[in-house]
């Protein structure tokens, strides 16, 4: 009997994995073609920011998440690493070690004085 369990168990969980991937497929091309229709309306950067939302919904590196990162990049001119926050923490604009950090802290108040 325990062992039905555990059947029944990993049918569930592959069940509910293709239902997400089915899910998240049909939300990337629902903001494509939200995308679509927003730049033929002469909204760009509505658009490009559904490019941006589908491609981050396809899987890295696929030709439809390269095709959505294309759309973007010719919308905005831009290249897509510059699709991330500057505050993101996967750039760092200043280095990290004591010496500059105490060099930042001290222009900040002459920055903000003028």
Known sequence: MKNLKHQ?????????????AAVVLAKALHYG?????DERNGFPYTAAMEWRYASELFESGSLAADYCWGQWERIMHLPRQLAVPVSSSRHGIIPLNLTSARLV???IPLATAA
């Open 8 to 20: 029944r168990l990993v049918l569930a969980e592959i069940a509910g994995w293709w239902v997400r």
């Open 33 to 37: 073609r939200a995308a679509q229709r």
């Open 105 to 107: 802290v001290k222009e």
